[in-house]
């Protein structure tokens, strides 16, 4: 089921690990709470040839929200300086086993770059199977690379608020449950709880087996559908900011849905505004 455009195996990454045009992004990165430095980590041990892809830097810093997905300009720059170009295989990890690398993956189909895929089950799979890890820094040569922007990739709060009250696309939440219900408060201060109203609730761990990989085909549109997703239409993924609705963004992809957008402000943006309409209690289903 290797893809490089959505989803390779750590065999497949092993059997490429050499090849010249490969780059490698370890884009490691957790909620404050989880007390984990993903730099540091990096630093003392990652995938051999591996860069490190900063989500809270290489972002739109004109916003207040966390991590937006950066201009055009700015991703270039930072892409350049990383080695990371036109022509080159991109396979990006993180050390959950499949959280955040997802969002860097959007991040490059946002920028029209396609040539991307995320590794399954990520750095705990790899470590699991004894693989060869390396604390060095890679060489890097700067590299020219081109985007053009694919906008239908992304929704603001405005296409969002349309979407939903119009019933124009499923809105997905990767949120676990509990957040998705309201019933405990959000992690980040000044957020009301809840989720946007009519939308479905999909936790991102769900499409996940245990071992930090994707579920495949049957099992995978299971989950959806028994969320009450109909795959037919039109979806926007959201979560608490950005990064897991990209892992059902991911999901979604894999399951040949065409017609989907990451709600990149997300809760974030959402649950701060008392104007917006907000649901609570279990998603419906019909």
């Not at 050499?18 to 730099?39: E, F, Q």
């Not at 201060?189 to 809840?194: A, E, I, M, Q, W």
């Not at 979806?235 to 989907?260: F, K, Q, Y």
Request: hydrophobic share 40%; net charge negative.
């Amino acid at each position: 089921m290797d893809d490089p455009r959505t989803l390779v195996s750590t065999d497949w990454l092993a059997q490429h690990l050499n090849d010249p045009d490969l780059r490698i992004l370890d884009a490691s990165w957790y909620m404050p709470d989880a007390g984990r430095d993903p730099k540091a980590e990096y630093d003392a041990g990652h995938i051999p040839g591996a860069r490190f892809f900063d989500i809270d830097e290489i972002t739109d810093q004109r916003s207040s929200l966390p991590h937006m997905a950066p201009p055009s300009e700015k991703f270039i720059s930072r892409m350049r300086a990383m080695g990371v170009g036109d022509g080159h295989q991109v396979v990006v990890y993180d050390g959950a086993g499949l959280f955040s690398a997802a969002r860097v993956w959007w991040t490059f189909r946002l920028m029209g770059k396609t040539d991307i895929a995320v590794l399954d089950g990520g750095l705990p799979k790899w470590r699991a199977e004894g693989r060869e890890i390396e604390d060095m820094p890679p060489v890097v040569r700067d590299r020219h690379i081109t985007v053009a922007r694919q906008n239908h990739l992304v929704k603001d709060v405005t296409q969002v608020a349309h979407a939903a009250k119009l019933g124009l696309a499923e809105v997905i939440d990767a949120r676990g449950a509990p957040r998705f219900e309201g019933s405990v408060p959000e992690p980040r201060p000044g957020l009301r709880s809840g989720h946007i109203p009519g939308a479905r609730n999909v936790p991102f761990g769900e499409v996940l087996n245990p071992d930090g990989t994707m579920k495949q085909g049957a099992a995978l549109k299971a989950v959806f559908e028994a969320a009450g997703v109909d795959l037919s239409r039109p979806a926007i993924t959201t979560c608490g900011s950005g990064v897991t609705a990209s892992v059902l963004a991911l999901a979604l992809e894999r399951l040949g849905h065409r017609d989907w957008a990451v709600y990149d402000g997300s809760w974030s943006e959402w649950g701060m505004y008392d104007d917006l309409p907000v649901e609570t209690g279990p998603a419906r289903k019909g």
